[in-house]
């Protein structure tokens, strides 16, 4: 999809042995740098997604606060940092402290293995546009995103709330699902990068973007992000109509403000993995380096891996303002029984067309017709006896009674002392007394006031 041809030319690669050789004071101005320019991000990620979703829903959206509105996320930021800080009497006060700052730090610390540009001079000092790297950045980045997870559900089960125990039990199901299939989906990428080095894998993309040539997993990973961050249309862990705010109900100040800076520097963290992973990196996008010899090199490969983890955000915020929420039952089938086996048996095929690459002992032709045959099975498979809820032979046809609206349907509370009603065979009768209270009967029950 785009060729680093410019800049191999003038720079050779290192690899791995580019890393390592820093001094200790441009380690901490790169650490410094990445933690202000991930704050300032959630600053401007929360502003984006209250204007592009007032567009979509044609209203103004933040206007007063600076040009724009662009202040308004620091003036929301201050707001909470001023807010009364409450800890509930019920509450683990240790844990309860503890669980923001769980849920903030891995956000942060994932992206010291996520390449930002290639190497540049950085004060005098020729230095990769990256913190560090490994020979299993990926690994370090999942295993990092996971840590996370303890940070919600110890603050649902520190809160003394049940509301807030039950969103940190969902979240976290919820996340470890999905976890499953984002790291099956990551497999493919591993068999044609042949490394699991973050600047290696951007490197092995100077042809062709890993995102079309692997594109099923490219779709998987997308909407594994989507339900990892707990993003709408997949933000249960936070449904008002069934569990309040969720994890976080009994949290606010600034230990709340953690956990929404969590969630936006998550955002941002599983945008930049994707811009890494499938679309390039920071190498510019197809046809810019034809005409413009410097543009993989320098400071300007920021400019490109922004402007895609953008486009990510975007999306993020486009189908929070056009879908509705899932079912939980729905979410999680939709996980466990398409997207983990689709992964399976597309690693499967992925890794039999990397051995007839390699080898070269099999007609291409009879391979792409097998592997289209294992998909539609697998696919069929998935659905098969999904025919809807069986028919309870015990229940009359319709003309034999008249229609009960509640029945088979959700439990219906009784009506005090016990006079309960169930749709048109529980009639109220309303009589008004001389004192101007109303009574109210249900079939032969007493009155009750």
């Given amino acids: 999809m785009t060729s680093l041809a410019p800049l191999a030319a003038d720079l050779p690669d290192p690899g791995l042995a580019a890393f390592g050789q820093d001094p200790w004071w441009v380690i901490l101005l790169k650490a410094v740098l990445i933690f202000v320019v991930l704050v300032l991000l959630t600053l401007f990620n929360i502003w984006f997604e209250r204007r592009v979703v ?42 309860f402290l503890l669980a923001p700052v769980i849920a903030t730090v891995p956000a942060f610390v994932t992206w010291a293995v996520i390449p930002l540009g290639p190497e540049v001079n950085f004060f005098g000092h020729r230095t990769p546009l990256q913190l560090t790297d490994m020979p299993v950045a990926v690994l370090f980045m999942l295993a990092i995103a996971s840590i996370g997870i303890y940070g919600i559900v110890l603050g649902g089960w520190s809160s003394g709330s049940t509301y807030s125990l039950l969103g940190g039990l969902r979240s976290s199901a919820q996340m470890i699902s999905y976890e499953v299939a984002m790291g099956l989906a990551l497999v493919a990428v591993f068999l044609y990068a042949g490394s699991m080095s973050t600047s290696e894998i951007v490197a092995a993309q100077d042809r062709l973007w890993f995102g079309l040539i692997l594109l099923p997993s490219f779709v998987i990973y997308v909407i594994s992000m989507v339900g990892e961050t707990n993003r709408a249309p997949f933000d249960l862990p936070e449904a008002e109509g069934e569990l309040v705010g969720g994890f976080h109900t009994e949290y606010s100040s600034l230990k709340f403000a953690l956990f929404f800076l969590a969630e936006y520097i998550n955002l941002a963290t599983v945008s930049a993995i994707a811009t890494t992973l499938f679309l390039g990196g920071w190498a510019a996008p197809w046809g810019i380096e034809n005409v413009w010899e410097g543009a993989n090199s ?105 229609h009960d609206a509640f029945a088979g349907g959700f439990p219906v509370p009784p009506m005090p002392a016990g006079g309960a009603v169930r749709g048109a065979a529980a009639p109220l009768t309303f009589a008004h007394t001389p004192g101007g209270r109303t009574t109210v009967t249900a079939d032969a029950e007493e009155s009750h006031e």
């Fill in 54 to 95: 007032a567009r979509m829903q044609h209203r103004v959206g933040p206007n007063v606060h600076g040009p724009f509105g662009l202040l308004q996320s620091l003036a929301d930021g201050v707001k909470l940092a001023l807010k009364e800080d409450i800890i509930p009497k019920a509450a683990d006060k240790v844990v």
């Fill in 298 to 402: 320098g400071y300007w490969p920021l400019l490109w891996f922004f402007g895609k983890v953008f486009c990510f955000i975007f999306l993020f915020v486009w189908l929070r303002g056009s879908l509705p929420r899932m079912r939980y039952d729905q979410f999680m089938a939709l996980g466990w029984k398409v997207l983990i086996p689709v992964s399976l048996a597309w690693i499967v095929a992925v890794a039999t067309i990397r051995v007839i690459s390699l080898e070269g002992n099999i007609n291409r032709t009879y391979l792409v017709a097998a592997i289209a045959v294992l998909l539609v099975l697998t696919v069929a498979l998935m659905f098969v006896g999904d025919k809807g809820e069986a028919v309870d032979e015990d229940v009359p046809a319709a003309g034999d009674e008249p």
